[in-house]
Nanobody
Framework: QVQLVESGGGTVNLGGSLKVSCAAS??????????MAWFRQAPGKEREFVAN????????NYADSVKWRFTISRASAKNTFTLQMTNLEPEDTAIYYC?????????????????WGQGTQVTVSS
């Protein structure tokens, strides 16, 4: 059974940094062929794409709103992937979800992802 478990959310001041991580488990033959992603959902808004990474190749893709501020990476040996967030803004406040799909990094809509974590809150105070 696939499981994704986020950790590392919290509250940070405007301009600060925060890292969220996702521990992935339950795929019998490893994560080859999978894309891992981060989405976020603010109150009253739809869930939106943040970033994704091809598990094998390490190819990444970012939403324009976070490009140059956020970095997605994976630690294959630990079956984890992380989102390092810098220069945070109040608009980044949301619940951050990690997700996974069998397929490439062109997928940026929630419906294209099969597996989801429970979410972790990130709050940026001004």
């Amino acid at each position: 059974q696939v499981q994704l478990v986020e950790s590392g959310g919290g509250t940070v001041n405007l301009g600060g940094s925060l890292k969220v991580s996702c521990a992935a488990s339950g795929v019998p033959f490893g994560w080859t062929g999978y894309t891992m992603a981060w989405f976020r959902q603010a109150p009253g808004k739809e869930r939106e794409f943040v970033a994704n990474i091809d598990w094998n190749a390490g190819t990444t893709n970012y939403a324009d709103s976070v490009k140059w501020r956020f970095t997605i990476s994976r630690a294959s040996a630990k079956n984890t992937f992380t989102l390092q967030m810098t220069n945070l803004e109040p608009e980044d406040t949301a619940i951050y979800y990690c997700s996974a799909r069998l397929g490439g990094t062109l997928a940026t809509t929630p419906s294209q992802y099969n597996y989801w974590g429970q979410g972790t809150q990130v709050t940026v105070s001004s």
